[in-house]
């Protein structure tokens, strides 16, 4: 899918002229428990419900030079609840 799209309407482009993705984040509430890791780490990106549930700010895609922070909650989760998606 990365190299597929990498055109496509997600693409722009960076000041070096190189074409790079858009990222989006996404929560499985089925998965999230509520640690809130991701709001610690990419408070930018996620939102609290009133139970401490994560979901995505907005509609979840990353502004640019976020996108370390999307990984970063990503990697962090521990109930593996969160998607990056390359777009
Ligand atoms: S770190 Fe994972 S489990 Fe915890 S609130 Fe965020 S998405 Fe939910």
Wanted: hydrophobic letters at 35%; a negative charge.
């Amino acid at each position: 899918m990365r190299n597929a799209r990498a055109f496509g309407r997600g693409a722009h482009t960076t000041k070096e002229g190189a074409m790079t993705e858009r990222l989006r984040v996404q929560v499985d509430p089925d998965k999230c428990q509520g640690h809130a890791r991701c709001k610690a780490l990419a408070p930018e990106l996620f939102e609290l419900d009133e139970y401490g549930n994560a979901h995505e700010a907005g509609d979840g895609m990353v502004p640019p030079g976020l996108e370390d922070k999307a990984w970063l909650a990503r990697s962090n989760c521990p109930e593996i609840a969160i998607d990056v998606i390359e777009e």
